[in-house]
T-cell receptor
């Protein structure tokens, strides 16, 4: 099976702009989670989608949003970008997103906000 | 909510030595504890995981132990090799029916030849 894929791999934006990142899970996986990775804060959970519904959300402002499509592909959107949003955004897919499901990560999207 | 502490933040060993990384968690409802290895510029890769009904799991040179009473779990790498050099993250699920992972801050392991 093909692994988790993310597009684009790199993005450069300026403050105030918005950005949309895409994640395609492993075939057959229905749960997609998003994480933000920064040197200072490490890996932090953003939100999780299952069957087109957001089931769980981390402690991030409302500028961070997402959605999932019927084919399980997911997008996340960040509006009104701030310098502090510069990070590696990782998505992970799992079978059903249960509490003991293995999560497999994509290569990430490196977002730089100038 | 869940909180995961990981120690040490950096670890340097000689090739062939063993390396041990320790994590503690706060939520007694957590029941899944994966370990990920992340090489520079690459995605986190699952190397081993353990579920709460098991106390120890081994896969070749890698082993993980879990002490649910004390709420800590550890990664053991034996006969380390230079290619083991990477950042290692422990994680715990946040309990409940969904599995969002709460990560430790990571341990940078350097294996010197």
């Amino acid at each position: 099976k093909a692994g988790v894929t993310q597009t684009p791999r790199y993005l450069i934006k300026t403050r105030g702009q918005q950005v949309t990142l895409s994640c395609s899970p492993i075939s057959g996986h229905r749960s997609v989670s998003w994480y933000q990775q920064t040197p200072g804060q490490g890996l932090q959970f953003l939100f999780e989608y299952f069957s087109e519904t957001q089931r769980n959300k981390g402690n991030f402002p409302g500028r961070f949003s997402g959605r999932q499509f019927s084919n399980s592909r997911s997008e996340m959107n960040v509006s009104t970008l701030e310098l502090g949003d510069s990070a590696l955004y990782l998505c992970a897919s799992s079978s059903i997103g249960g509490s003991t499901d293995t999560q497999y990560f994509g290569p990430g999207t490196r977002l730089t906000v100038l | 909510g869940e909180n995961v502490e990981q120690h040490p933040s950096t670890l340097s060993v000689q090739e062939g030595d063993s390396a041990v990384i320790k994590c503690t968690y706060s939520d007694s409802a957590s029941n899944y504890f994966p370990w990920y290895k992340q090489e520079l510029g690459k995605r986190p890769q699952l190397i081993i995981d353990i579920r709460s009904n098991v106390g120890e799991k081994k896969d070749q040179r890698i082993a993980v132990t879990l002490n649910k009473t004390a709420k800590h779990f550890s990664l053991h790498i034996t006969e380390t090799q230079p290619e083991d050099s990477a950042v290692y993250f422990c994680a715990a699920t946040n309990g409940g029916s969904q599995g969002n992972l709460i990560f430790g801050k990571g341990t940078k392991l350097s294996v010197k030849p």
